[in-house]
């Protein structure tokens, strides 16, 4: 493959991935093969800080983006994953950050629940 496509290539990937919060690029060996290890490396660094500086604005961003349909724990799927990819990966400052971000998800989880039952019944 030449090597502007690749590049090209990995951009979208990257853009995909910020947009999505998701790491399951990683987990893909097509994606695998086309990012180099260290395009990798660098792709799970920059969405771990994107992530972890800005945990109330993705949660409001994903809570707002639930049109009332199907399960709203399932719009915080990828971000979930990505999370427990940081969590293995993270020292203990990114531990304390995941400890307080995980309960601001479930809370996120529990209001858009009551928020859907509440539009069914009106």
């Known amino acids: 493959m030449p090597e502007q496509i690749r590049k090209d290539t990995s951009q979208r990937i990257h853009s995909w991935a910020e947009s999505r919060y998701s790491v399951n690029f990683m987990k893909e060996r097509i994606v695998g093969n086309l990012l180099t290890s260290e395009e990798t490396k ?37 971000l979930g994953n990505t999370l427990d990819l940081i969590e293995e990966d993270g020292d203990e400052e990114e531990d304390d950050r995941l ?24």
């Open 42 to 78: 660098e792709e799970f660094s920059m969405l771990k800080d994107s992530i972890l500086t800005n945990e109330s604005e993705i949660i409001d961003e994903i809570s707002k983006d639930w049109d009332g349909d199907g399960d709203p724990e399932d719009q915080f799927y990828a």
């Open 99 to 122: 400890y307080s971000f995980k309960p601001e998800i479930k809370s996120a989880i529990a209001e858009m629940e009551k928020n859907g039952h509440l539009q069914l019944n009106t």
